[in-house]
């Protein structure tokens, strides 16, 4: 008996020996990348427009096309006119978003330092993460106050802090916001005495940027604007000339056809260009 268990056992050592010499590839796990629809629903939460949808926005888009391009047509009688001023016409709503969501996202990153010297305050004084995420939705900054006043509501209500830190996280949509919530996620779950210093520098590194990219976007700002003045001065001449039907008469030919469709074209592609150029590196939602 004593043998066939000693033979077992060196059986099991010899497998686990000859089974260690073959490791397994770990599995790697698959990240959803983000759709156009979820970087426009981000958008619109960025812009502060809580009631808007993504459905919404786009029925807008396509409403507005649709009206402008027919009184366009019907004024003019020129197709191509009125094709493009469907299309710059239903993108308006969309670029109206997203400037919206650009302006609160340049002001929302002057306040964001504040946030975490808050929160940094409250974890020196004693008190929980909880608290010290609730407590801003009366001393944090203006701008954010509704979003951690829904925490401390879902807080007091679920007593779930990760699945409040969730909701937190979507109703924010910030890069910011996502590092934020992940550290001090990592920090409730762990624990550790480096948490002051985690926001301390994060705090220091947001105020910096924030300086950096002030003066960025000051100095290319007249560039920028300058470029927009150069594209829409054709077309503004072209609607000048739309109020005399007789000069947009050749427009109904092909060979005024062609000249809008080229026109057009080369409009759009050197503006994309131009804010390809231009465009200071946004954050992305890495975190999400």
Sequence with gaps: MTGALLGLVLGLGLFCVWWSCWPQTAKQVETRKPTYADRLHDEIVQAGMLSLTVTRLLLACAATGFVVGALVLAVTGVAPLGLGAAAAAGYAPVGLVKSRARRRRSQLREVWPDVVDHIASAVRAGLALPESLS???????????????????????????????????????????????ESLRIAREVGGTDLGRLLRTLSTFLREDARTRAELEARQSWTINAARLALAAPWVVLAMLATRGDSLSVYREPAGVMVLLVGGAVSF??????????QLPEEVRVLR
Excluded: H, N, W
């Design 135 to 181: 407590q801003l939705a009366v001393r944090g900054p203006e701008e954010l106050r509704p979003a951690f006043a829904d925490f401390a509501q879902d807080y007091r209500t679920t007593g779930r802090f990760q699945d409040c830190l969730d909701s937190l996280k979507s109703r924010l949509s910030d890069p910011v916001a996502d590092r934020l919530i």
């Design 269 to 278: 592609a050197a503006y994309r260009i131009m804010r390809r150029i231009g």
